[in-house]
């Protein structure tokens, strides 16, 4: 017979009370955490019961955790981080006695947060693909005393009809698409928070419905694990040695044939005379040239191929891009007189490389007097019958337009 030991039992309880206190703390003063109801759920549910594996400490680090890896060593779920989760929460405004769709069951933690906030006459159903995750996820709420949440092992892109409508879904995991599921279990007056990919990025959008549409009322930096066997994202290689990777949406008119050999001819550039401080974001600035370019796409390489000399010396391991045709061109920065400031610019190549380098330059300037304004994302289920002077990012059940309340349009329209 094995005896548990009460003292340091109660003694681990007690950290990691005062543990979790001081990390709602720092969300709060970081401003991830908004309202009281949001504070008070993160302050209840022990996230250190999801992370039976991890030390008390690291439970209550603000950063995620990978709970399962595929054999080829790629991330298969986690525990998202903190700041993250609390953002979303607050972007969801789950109100109690509504019913609550989560896409991803992870360790279970956000569902039992979301448990907490929808109260005893509310209910929370989460749904995952993956078997053994939905099964941890039963055994780590089991723990903490959630015994009431909906766990379910399926595709999350179905939704789960038989517990539909649901007044909010979320999901915890990067969505290329808004499924016709989710359209179709979704209240009229509900809220969608995902993390959503289009031209090569992702961004975590808060939609309101309204009507047969969804409008976007909060977009910020962030990104999940993909769903798994969804999505129209693709991938290939260009330049030399294949060093450079190109992503791209199944929408757009951008292919590997048409842009050999782009990066063997002659370089051009182009310089916005604006800078940013150290530190200072503007991932704001992709989502306007995002709104306006059909070609907007994204180039990652690696570190070691920058130092082997396989790729232009000022290319950023990860950048934004516009191609078209046979040209592209990406963002860079050089040093600016002002310390601790760098300029933003462009460097182009093919026969229309300094158009599209120019043409970024267009868009950093008209983006510098107020940087951070964050265009509107509409949502449809089909394609919207109106006129618009912005590309339509058509996905498979949904189409996107993404446009600025005060544009301020580029001298190149």
């Not at 760098?342 to 300094?354: D, K, V």
Request: charged share 25%; proline share 5%; hydrophobic share 35%.
């Amino acid at each position: 017979m094995t005896t548990i030991d009460q003292t340091n039992t109660g003694e681990k309880d007690q950290d990691a009370a005062v543990l979790r206190s001081h990390l709602v703390d720092k969300l709060r003063d970081e401003q991830f955490l908004r309202t009281e109801r949001v504070e008070q759920a993160m302050q209840t549910v022990q996230r250190h019961l999801f992370l039976p594996e991890e030390t008390t400490a690291r439970a209550y680090e603000d950063d995620h955790v990978v709970t399962k890896w595929a054999a080829d060593g790629k991330a298969l779920s986690s525990a998202s981080a903190p700041w993250i989760v609390a953002a979303m929460l607050e972007d969801l405004d789950v109100q109690p006695g509504q019913r609550v769709l989560e896409i991803g069951a992870g360790t279970g933690y956000n569902a039992a947060l979301v448990r907490e906030l929808v109260g005893p006459t509310g209910s929370v159903t989460s749904i995952d693909i993956d078997a053994d995750v939905v099964e941890t996820a039963r055994q780590n709420l089991t723990s903490a005393g959630y015994d009431d949440i909906h766990l379910v092992t399926g595709d999350g892109a179905e939704g789960h009809s038989a517990h539909a409508p649901f007044d909010r879904i979320v999901a915890t995991a990067g969505c290329w698409d808004i499924p016709a599921a989710w359209w179709e279990q979704l209240t009229k007056s509900g809220r969608l928070v995902i993390p959503l990919r289009w031209r090569g990025d992702s961004r975590i959008v808060a939609f309101g419905r309204d009507g047969d549409r969804l409008i976007s009322e909060r977009i910020f930096m962030g990104g999940f694990i993909p769903m798994r066997d969804h999505g129209s994202e693709r991938t290939f290689t260009v330049g030399p040695n294949d060093a450079i990777t190109v992503t791209c949406d199944s929408d757009q008119d951008i292919n590997r044939d048409a842009l050999t050999g782009v990066f063997e001819q002659e370089r051009s550039e182009s310089w916005s005379g604006v800078t940013v401080k150290d530190g200072e974001p503007w991932d704001v600035l992709w989502l306007r040239m995002a709104s306006y370019e059909a070609g907007a796409c994204r180039l990652t390489t690696t570190r070691d191929a920058i130092a082997a000399g396989h790729v232009p010396e000022d290319l950023p391991p990860w950048t934004h891009a516009l191609v078209e045709g046979t040209s592209l061109a990406y963002f860079t920065t050089r040093s600016a007189p002002e310390e601790r400031r760098c300029e933003l610019g462009t460097s182009g190549y093919g026969p229309a490389g300094q158009e599209l380098a120019d043409r970024i330059s267009d868009h950093i300037r008209a983006w510098g007097p107020d940087r951070a304004a964050t265009p509107t994302i509409t949502a449809w289920r089909t394609k919207p019958d109106t006129s618009t002077a912005y590309p339509i990012i058509s996905k498979v059940n949904t189409c996107l337009i993404a446009e600025e309340s005060s544009p301020q349009l580029p001298s190149h329209r």
